[in-house]
């Protein structure tokens, strides 16, 4: 077993999925979500449940728990809130530079972060984020450091210095095991992850969080914002669903059920 374990959970800032979606607002000139007004962004849910992850381990092993994002300087209360869960130290890479950036981008800037902190023995994150869905960049960081990844974890654990994880079937589940270091992206199966404690809040909010620029890591600019972007969104929008309604008359519910075969007949549907 590892004396004193780093693992590194990298979180992301996303508009709040629980906004009613009369607020969705996309502009089509520059392809980008227009933030809505008075609603904050909150932490990916699944990027909260790999903090949970991480803090299992720490409950039953000695771990270090550092929690990573890259980001507007908005997402230091992201990196805040992983630490009133119990995480123990945070990391904002926060840089224009970045803005516009695609998944290869931020994966090469969170790759970057990792070798500066040091590196670590276990990457954590969500198994995808809820804005675009891609789940790229956790695969990314692992391709960028040589790293073994398995996804779609319910359970992780050490033990004898490899990871252990319980991986999510569409039937069940398998169980991977892989040597330290790895990256693992953690599923909602995982279960719901544990609430700040008044404690652990004001724990929180003396606790620094060190912001990065790009400069800072070295990064190459030719690799993030716009410049490194290698997948090009050529539009986006808000699909328009319509839906039409028609009420079967009749007398009887014999007499609707017939007007309604009728109907499925003449449309060719039976």
Same mark, same amino acid.
């Given at each position: 077993?590892? %004396?004193?374990?780093?693992?590194?959970?990298?979180?992301? %800032?996303?508009?709040?999925?629980?906004?009613?979606?009369?607020?969705?607002?996309?502009?089509? #000139?520059?392809?980008?979500?227009?933030?809505?007004?008075?609603?904050?962004?909150?932490?990916?849910?699944?990027?909260? %449940?790999?903090?949970? #992850?991480?803090?299992?381990?720490?409950?039953?092993?000695? #771990?270090?728990?550092?929690?990573?994002?890259?980001?507007?300087?908005?997402?230091?209360?992201?990196?805040?809130?992983?630490?009133?869960?119990?995480?123990?130290?945070?990391?904002?890479?926060?840089?224009?530079?970045?803005?516009?950036?695609?998944?290869?981008?931020?994966?090469?800037?969170?790759?970057?972060?990792?070798?500066?902190?040091?590196?670590?023995?276990?990457?954590?994150?969500?198994?995808?984020?809820?804005?675009?869905? %891609?789940?790229?960049?956790?695969?990314?960081?692992?391709?960028?450091?040589?790293?073994?990844?398995? $996804?779609?974890?319910? $359970?992780?654990?050490? *033990?004898?210095?490899?990871?252990?994880?319980?991986?999510?079937?569409?039937? /069940?589940?398998?169980?991977? $095991?892989?040597?330290?270091?790895?990256?693992?992206?953690?599923?909602? *199966?995982?279960?719901?992850?544990?609430?700040?404690?008044?404690? /652990?809040?004001?724990?929180?909010?003396?606790?620094?969080?060190?912001?990065?620029?790009?400069?800072?890591?070295?990064?190459?600019?030719?690799?993030?914002?716009?410049?490194?972007?290698?997948?090009?969104?050529?539009?986006?929008?808000?699909?328009?669903?319509?839906?039409?309604?028609?009420?079967? *008359?009749?007398?009887?519910?014999?007499?609707?059920?017939?007007?309604? #075969?009728?109907?499925?007949?003449?449309?060719?549907?039976?």
């Amino acid at each position: 077993m590892l %004396q004193v374990m780093k693992i590194v959970v990298c979180v992301k %800032q996303v508009p709040d999925p629980e906004a009613p979606a009369s607020a969705f607002k996309v502009d089509a #000139a520059t392809n980008r979500v227009v933030p809505p007004p008075g609603i904050p962004p909150v932490m990916n849910g699944f990027d909260e %449940q790999a903090v949970e #992850a991480a803090l299992r381990i720490k409950d039953k092993n000695s #771990a270090q728990v550092v929690v990573l994002s890259v980001g507007p300087e908005g997402a230091r209360e992201v990196i805040k809130k992983a630490l009133a869960m119990g995480g123990d130290e945070g990391f904002l890479v926060n840089d224009p530079a970045l803005e516009d950036s695609d998944a290869h981008g931020i994966a090469y800037a969170l790759a970057e972060s990792i070798k500066k902190i040091g590196g670590c023995d276990l990457v954590l994150s969500g198994r995808q984020a809820s804005d675009w869905d %891609q789940a790229q960049v956790p695969a990314g960081v692992a391709e960028l450091l040589g790293l073994p990844c398995v $996804t779609l974890a319910k $359970t992780v654990s050490v *033990e004898d210095s490899a990871v252990r994880v319980q991986r999510v079937l569409p039937d /069940g589940y398998e169980v991977w $095991t892989a040597p330290l270091p790895a990256v693992i992206t953690v599923s909602n *199966e995982l279960g719901e992850p544990r609430y700040a404690t008044l404690k /652990g809040i004001m724990a929180a909010a003396r606790k620094k969080v060190t912001v990065w620029s790009a400069a800072d890591l070295a990064l190459d600019k030719s690799r993030i914002g716009v410049a490194g972007r290698r997948v090009l969104v050529r539009k986006l929008f808000i699909p328009v669903k319509e839906g039409k309604c028609e009420v079967m *008359e009749g007398d009887t519910v014999g007499a609707k059920a017939s007007a309604l #075969a009728r109907k499925l007949r003449e449309a060719k549907l039976i």
